[in-house]
């Protein structure tokens, strides 16, 4: 049995893991035993379709979900497994999950081990594909604390970077939808120039921040391809929010370049608490400047329903942050 393999040393965050895998495994062999297995189809519909009728492909979360939906367009069923507001790096899948996921025509995750749990997941489900969307990014390393050498994760951060996720999602909708080529192609170049255009954008803003200004201090690692771009110097507590636990030697560090730097303003992400970061901003003298979003989008009716809204939102709470005049 799963269960056996608990033991009592076991911390327990390791024990909670296993207690939900376990409850994945169980999940699947009950499905089986009922005579609905994964990846069976309602009948009259063919595997990996939508009830739409249309081919139905998964995200592992809500930001490449967007983005496949704006290069996908009306040909393909375009659902994220994780929902709005997740903290995607311990997310805990469950047996729906793997069921929903059984009869996808094709998986979509950003990879550079952002989902940790993928290959776990990935292993319930022989003969769905799955695309890597950040294949062919050099990514940046981690250069601090446990995941030093680590790729950083958050390349979709990069407006420019951007550019190589749309392309992946295209030829990969191509292989799965060849009657669709044409349709994808001509997504994929409107997305690529709205993203060229929001390069500009952030090129325009923050050229106008004086550069002792230049600090980019937020809860987690999540801007280091974003802040290489554009000239900002980045700062954190934590490197990725798998790591969060905010440890004194973190929290004294950013106080002291905060302090330092004269910093105006620091930040946190949506999905993680604020309230170390809001500490650090008493200690060092600056203020809370506002929410991030990083890992999720917003509600539709939120800041950041897309990831150009998502960026947009960012950019404006850190330029308002940083000129004192926002928060």
């Known amino acids: 049995m ?30 089986s035993l009922a005579g609905c297995k994964p990846g069976r189809q ?37 659902e994220s497994i994780t929902k ?26 950003n990879g550079l081990n952002l989902e940790r749990w993928a290959e776990r997941f990935h292993a319930g489900l022989p003969g769905v594909p799955r695309v890597t969307l950040s294949a062919g990014i050099t990514p940046l390393p981690i250069a ?37 080529a044409a349709t994808y192609r001509r997504n994929a170049d409107a997305y690529r120039r709205q993203l060229r255009q929001l390069d500009r954008e952030f090129r325009q803003a923050l050229a106008t921040l004086p550069a002792e200004q230049r600090v980019l201090a937020s809860c987690e690692g999540a801007f280091s391809y974003l802040a290489r771009d554009y000239g900002l110097q980045e700062a954190y507590l934590w490197p990725v929010n798998g790591e969060s636990q905010v440890t004194p ?20 992400e949506s999905t993680v608490s604020d309230e170390a970061q809001r500490e650090v901003a008493r200690e060092a003298g600056s203020r809370f400047g506002g929410v991030f979003y990083v890992d999720s989008l917003s509600l539709p009716d939120g800041p950041a329903p897309s990831l150009l809204g998502l960026q947009r939102h960012n950019l404006r709470t850190l330029v308002q942050g940083l000129r004192g005049a926002g928060g």
């Not at 592992?60 to 290069?71: C, G, Y």
């Not at 507001?85 to 996808?104: C, F, M, V």
Request: with cysteine; charged share 20%.
């Open 42 to 78: 309602p009948e009259g519909q063919q595997q990996g379709t939508a009830a739409s009728g249309k081919p139905r492909v998964l995200t592992t979360f809500t930001v490449i979900a967007d983005m496949a939906r704006q290069v996908a367009g009306d040909r393909l069923q375009v």
């Open 84 to 109: 709005l507001g997740a903290e995607i790096h311990g997310y805990e899948p469950t047996p729906s999950d793997l069921q929903r996921a059984s009869g996808a025509r094709l998986i979509l995750e």
């Open 249 to 268: 030697q973190r929290m004294a560090r950013l106080i002291d370049l905060v302090r330092r730097r004269r910093v105006p303003a620091v930040f946190c």
């Open 144 to 180: 601090e604390d446990a995941g030093r050498g680590q790729p950083n994760p958050h390349a979709w951060m990069s407006p420019q970077l951007a550019e190589i996720y749309v392309e992946n999602l295209r030829a990969a909708f191509t292989t799965i939808d060849p009657a669709g």
């Open 2 to 31: 799963v269960l056996s393999s608990i033991g009592r040393g076991s911390s327990p965050q390791r024990v909670h893991r296993r207690l939900a895998w376990a409850l994945v495994a169980v999940g699947l062999v009950a499905l």
